[in-house]
């Protein structure tokens, strides 16, 4: 009888041998290989998904903080129409207590290319109460016109309008005025405000590249 038969059995229940029966499941190699190859399918996803992302954030071979847009050239916005200073015609008035103001300051004005009508004292409700450099009244439709290109005559007038009909501006000189613009410089000023200001062609933003 072997050793590893328990006492008091024989018979049909004897073990013969050495070693103990098997009496676990015998392992089940499918299922081994079917999880293998999802682990492989896995890997394979994620490292194609990385590569993809890493396009997307890589422009030319540089990292970017967003994806790659088209590059926006500037196109020219359509220049602004100004009246030109033959067409403007001035009135200019002194509320300064400085005689001969309005004069030579109408003087010069000619001499630029522009109309001049009346030349005088300023109106009462004017008359030694403008305390700046002067004063540009007008209708409201100069607003955007004549009393655009009448300011770069003078800088730090204050543009102003009333309820009046015709198309004449007036150039109210106050107690802080001491001379016109140098010619050269206001005429560099109106041709900036007569330059169309560029625009982007296309909306967004492009990609923000980093070194």
Known sequence: MSMLTPPGMGGK???????????????????IVLAAVASVVALGLAGWGTSQLIDVFTVDGKKTTAAKTP????????????????????????A???GGLAKTTADELKKRGFVI???????AAYDKKVRGAGILLGAPTAADGPLTVLGTQLRGATPKTDTRRTRDVDLILGTGFKK??????????????????PQPACGGLGASRKS
Not at 13 to 31: L, Q, S, V
Not at 117 to 123: E, F, H, I, M, T
């Open 13 to 31: 229940y004897r073990i013969t041998g050495n070693k103990y029966p098997r009496m676990r499941r015998p392992r089940r190699r499918h299922r």
């Open 71 to 94: 590059d926006c050239k500037p196109s020219a916005a359509p220049a602004k129409v100004l009246p030109k200073p033959g067409q403007i015609k001035v009135n200019v008035y002194n």
């Open 96 to 98: 300064t207590p400085r």
């Open 117 to 123: 009508g009346k030349v005088g004292n300023a109106p």
């Open 180 to 197: 016109l613009n140098v010619q050269r410089e206001a005429d560099q000023a109106l041709a900036t405000l007569s330059k169309p200001a």
